[in-house]
Nanobody
Framework: QVQLVESGGGLVQSGGSLRLDCAAS????????AAWFRQAPGKEFEFVAA????????NYADAVKGRFTISRDNAKKKVYLQMDSLKPEDTAVYYC?????????????????WGQGTQVTVSS
């Protein structure tokens, strides 16, 4: 089992930045793919970004490409999402997820472990 806890959400003005942290505990996490998803009110889960175990491969949704950066520190068992140039449409609850596999996926059902989510609100 892997437990995931997100932090770092909050309220920011359009054009601002936030960094989300995801702390993992439980079994070894270093070989898992990690990802961030988000869900805005009334909308479905949306893939944001994923990173493989050694940070060699990353994958981003078109909506965040060039503005968001996913990274990880396996020694600290943490995954990060640096969000720059934030827009009001980035407002959502952001979730950290992990899957016990070496292959990145963009579908929520492919992930085994989830955090409780952290709210990000971007004001215009």
């Amino acid at each position: 089992q892997v437990q995931l806890v997100e932090s770092g959400g909050g309220l920011v003005q359009s054009g601002g930045s936030l960094r989300l942290d995801c702390a993992a505990s439980g079994r070894a996490f270093s070989s898992d793919v990690a990802a961030w998803f988000r869900q805005a009110p009334g909308k479905e889960f949306e893939f944001v970004a994923a990173i493989n175990w050694n940070s060699a491969n990353t994958n981003y949704a078109d909506a965040v490409k060039g503005r968001f950066t996913i990274s990880r520190d396996n020694a600290k068992k943490k995954v990060y999402l640096q969000m720059d140039s934030l827009k009001p449409e980035d407002t959502a609850v952001y979730y950290c997820a992990a899957r016990a596999s070496a292959v990145e996926k963009t579908v929520p059902d492919d992930y085994d472990y989830w955090g409780q989510g952290t709210q990000v609100t971007v004001s215009s």
